[in-house]
């Protein structure tokens, strides 16, 4: 059984940043990619970025590249999503993703961006 724990959201200005931190206990996350989603109210869930199991590939939505960073340390199980120049549509609920043999979802970690 895998459990995820998102940490470091909160409220921000516009042009701010934010580092969220995902730890993960149980499975071996270390040997798969993760990712991190965000969803806000009345809309699906939407992909933000991910990385590799060694961290060698990253990818992103295009919203988003060139101001988030994803990282991550296998040896602390924990993956990072840097957030830069956040913007207000940058607003949602962010979940970590991790799929061994199914889907496992974090609780959430709310960030808020202010205009």
């Known amino acids: 059984q895998v459990r995820l724990e998102e940490s470091g959201g909160g409220l921000v200005q516009a042009g701010g940043s934010l580092r969220l931190s995902c730890a993960a206990s149980?499975?071996?996350?270390?040997?798969?990619?993760m990712g991190w989603f965000r969803q806000v109210p009345g809309k699906e869930r939407e992909f933000v970025a991910s990385?590799?199991?060694?961290?060698?590939?990253?990818d992103y939505v295009d919203s988003v590249k060139g101001r988030f960073t994803i990282s991550r340390d296998n040896a602390k199980k924990t993956v990072y999503l840097q957030m830069n120049n956040l913007k207000p549509e940058d607003t949602a609920v962010y979940y970590c993703n991790v799929r061994l043999g199914r889907d496992y979802w974090g609780q959430g970690t709310q960030v808020t961006v202010s205009s």
């Open positions: 149980g499975g071996t996350v270390s040997t798969t990619s």
């Open positions: 990385i590799s199991w060694n961290g060698a590939f990253t």
